[in-house]
């Protein structure tokens, strides 16, 4: 079993800042990709950001030059910094992750996501 756990979703003016967690647990024996992704209401879900395993990333257009993803491989760790956020960055944002688990084979796994809402 495998558990990715968020945190750091909230309520926040525009213009504001927000950084997200999300740690991997369980049995994991490597992990090739994290990321996050977003679904607003009404919309369908969509790339934010992911970072691989080798440092390359890629970021959905609506997003670069204000949001940062980044890993730290010994916590299992992903973050994603959001600054001069945007009304229309409100909408659920999930953490997901490409991996390897103990029992072999490689599997997507998603966490529960968590609210961000910015006011304008």
């Known amino acids: 079993q495998v558990q990715l756990v968020e945190s750091g979703g909230g309520l926040v003016q525009a213009g504001g800042s927000l950084r997200l967690s999300c740690v991997a647990s369980?049995?994991?024996?490597?992990?090739?990709?994290m990321g996050w992704y977003r679904q607003a209401p009404g919309k369908q879900r969509e790339l934010v950001a992911v970072k691989a395993n080798s440092g390359g990333t890629n970021y959905a257009d609506s997003v670069k030059d204000r949001f940062t993803i980044s890993r730290d491989n010994a916590k299992n760790t992903v973050y994603l910094q959001m600054n001069s956020l945007k009304p229309e960055d409100t909408a659920v944002y999930y953490c997901?992750?490409?991996?390897?688990?103990?029992?072999?084979?490689?599997?997507?796994?998603w966490g529960q996501g968590t609210q961000v809402t910015v006011s304008s």
């Open positions: 997901a992750a490409r991996l390897f688990t103990t029992l072999g084979g490689m599997t997507d796994y």
């Open positions: 369980g049995s994991i024996f490597s992990i090739r990709t």
